[in-house]
């Protein structure tokens, strides 16, 4: 039987759950949502080429990150962020403490 796109999003935040993983998810009424999904993809190819050019995943990471000059989510952990920024930030780095992060598949 053949699961709706409903039934595999339910699925993978379920596992996710169950992983004790961090999730964080972007509505559709965001005005930056559509470009950060783009530039999500972005980063996971460009980490991708680096990681098959030799580079080790956190190498890659970091080299994407000074080529995009993409400030650490530290930044945004103090109190002049909003509680929103500070929110996500929270989220972004339980997400990097994570254990056997991987590039999406």
Known sequence: MDQT???RELSCFDKAKEKGEPTFTLRSQDLTA???VE???TLQME???AMD?????????E???R???IPHWTRFMGEEAGDKLHGAARIGKAMEEFPNRRLAD
Not at 53 to 61: F, L, R, W
């Open 5 to 7: 796109d409903e039934q």
């Open 34 to 36: 559509p470009m950060t």
């Open 39 to 41: 530039f999500w993809i």
């Open 47 to 49: 980490v991708k080429q």
């Open 53 to 61: 050019d030799g580079m080790t995943g956190p190498e890659a990471i």
């Open 63 to 65: 080299h994407v990150r």
């Open 67 to 69: 080529e995009h000059r």
